[in-house]
């Protein structure tokens, strides 16, 4: 828009310089010329006037069409104005200068210098002797014939050339901005790419975080809670010196031991227990059987014949509800009685795992139960718990993929 304004500017002051020295190059010619002064200097003047004013509106601001018919009328009164004055091609020049300039940069391509040079042809045509507002006008010399053509075809080409130079400098301008609006984009897409992979990195980090709590506190809580029991079972005999004192001393050793050894492989590998199909329900049969026999609570379990046919994270999910449930009725519950149930309801996993503890009301959530949660909504469950005033009881809904 700049650059269309400054353009205008220079066309309007191009006018103004061509019709004030038409004008006075006029004043002169017509203190030696008896016909200039007597007949027609008063129109001269007026008609002058008239073009300067048309010239400044075909450069201002107005609809196409209106600068065509501007265009024309300014056409019209330059052989208006340059027929009665014969010999005098210097003012003809002087005019046709601005009528060129404007013809040429007003169309686009070679239309304005095509019009131009054919308005030079028709100008030179009628220099010929005639009559105009009753004055008898000399024709001009050939010489100066030759000479205002060469003037005026050398404008127009020296015109339609600087038009170029300035078309290809601005596309070149435009090309510029382009290049500089793309290499910004570039740099705010690069700016907001940096940013998402901080984002991902501190989520990534944030979720290994809560991978390894959760599986440090399954590994080392449901170890801990087998050595207190067993602990405190050899405490309860009163004859230190019993084998059964030894024997319970020994399992809790070995409990240590293997907290100990799952608690390295969780730090160091970081990868969860092997649960394959066929060996899920021994597994968990195996953990109520050792939780029962050490926690003397009476474990009740139920579960659809699907329970062998879920996916590995479903069973790895399900075995670390049913281990974080138990641990937490032993650590913070007087149950003894659990119940755990593992049914298929409609498109869902549905366990349930209810005690009948009397410490239930006002508990808060520990990283026990977020990592269990947590393990849930990773498979897009929900866990749903309930605490009463005579029980406790933890329901787990996974919904079963397809496929």
């Given at each position: 828009m700049e650059r269309e304004r400054l353009f205008a500017i220079f066309l309007i002051g191009v006018s103004l310089l061509s019709h004030m020295g038409a004008?006075?190059?006029?004043?002169?010619?017509?203190?030696?010329?008896?016909?200039?002064?007597?007949?027609?200097?008063?129109?001269?003047y007026l008609l002058l006037a008239i073009s300067a004013v048309l010239s400044i509106l075909i450069n201002l601001k107005i609809d196409s069409?209106?600068?065509?018919?501007?265009?024309?009328?300014?056409?019209l009164l330059f052989f208006l104005i340059g027929y009665p004055l014969g010999p005098h091609l210097d003012i003809e020049i002087i005019l046709g200068i601005n009528l060129i300039t404007i013809l040429v940069f007003s169309?686009?391509?070679?239309?304005?210098?095509?019009?131009?040079?054919?308005?030079?042809?028709?100008?030179?045509?009628?220099?010929?002797?005639?009559?105009?507002?009753?004055?008898?006008?000399?024709?001009?010399?050939m010489e100066n014939m030759i000479f205002a053509a060469f003037i005026l075809v050398v404008f127009t080409l020296f015109l339609s050339i600087l038009k170029r130079v300035m078309n290809r400098l601005h596309?070149?301008?435009?090309?510029?901005?382009?290049?500089n609006r793309a290499l910004d984009e570039l740099t705010n897409?690069?700016?907001?790419?940096?940013?998402?992979s901080r984002q991902n990195a501190m989520e990534l980090i944030r979720t290994e975080k809560q991978y390894i709590t959760r599986e440090v506190h399954d590994i080392i809580s449901y170890a801990m809670t087998n050595q207190l029991m067993l602990v405190q079972a050899a405490m309860s005999i009163k004859d230190k010196n019993s084998p059964v004192v030894d024997e319970l001393l020994e399992k809790a050793k070995n409990e240590i031991n293997g907290g100990m050894s799952k608690t390295r492989a969780a730090l160091g590998e970081l990868r969860d227990q092997e649960f394959d199909q066929e060996d899920v329900n021994l597994l968990v049969e195996q953990l109520i059987a050792k939780f029962k026999n050490f926690s003397h609570i009476d474990v009740q379990f139920r579960k659809d014949e699907f329970f062998s046919r879920l996916p590995r994270a479903?069973?790895?999910?399900?075995?670390?509800?049913i281990q974080q449930c138990m641990t937490n009725t032993y650590l913070h519950s007087s149950a003894d009685t659990i119940e755990i149930l593992c049914e298929h309801e409609g498109r869902c996993v549905v366990v349930v795992v209810k005690d009948n503890g009397t410490n239930s009301r006002g508990f808060r959530e520990g990283?026990?139960?977020?990592?269990?949660?947590?393990?849930?909504?990773?498979?897009?469950?929900?866990?749903?718990i309930s605490?009463?005033?005579?029980?406790?009881?933890?329901?787990?809904e996974i919904p079963i993929a397809e496929g």
């Open positions: 004008g006075l190059f006029f004043g002169v010619q017509e203190q030696h010329v008896d016909y200039l002064r007597i007949h027609w200097h008063l129109p001269f069409g209106k600068k065509q018919v501007i265009l024309l009328i300014d056409v169309f686009s391509d070679l239309y304005g210098e095509k019009i131009a040079l054919i308005i030079i042809v028709v100008t030179l045509m009628l220099q010929a002797p005639y009559s105009l507002w009753f004055t008898q006008v000399p024709a001009p010399s596309h070149e301008e435009i090309r510029s901005r382009k290049y897409n690069s700016f907001d790419y940096q940013h998402i479903y069973n790895q999910t399900i075995f670390h509800i990283i026990g139960i977020k990592g269990m949660r947590e393990r849930i909504e990773m498979l897009g469950g929900v866990l749903k605490a009463l005033s005579l029980g406790f009881t933890v329901r787990a």
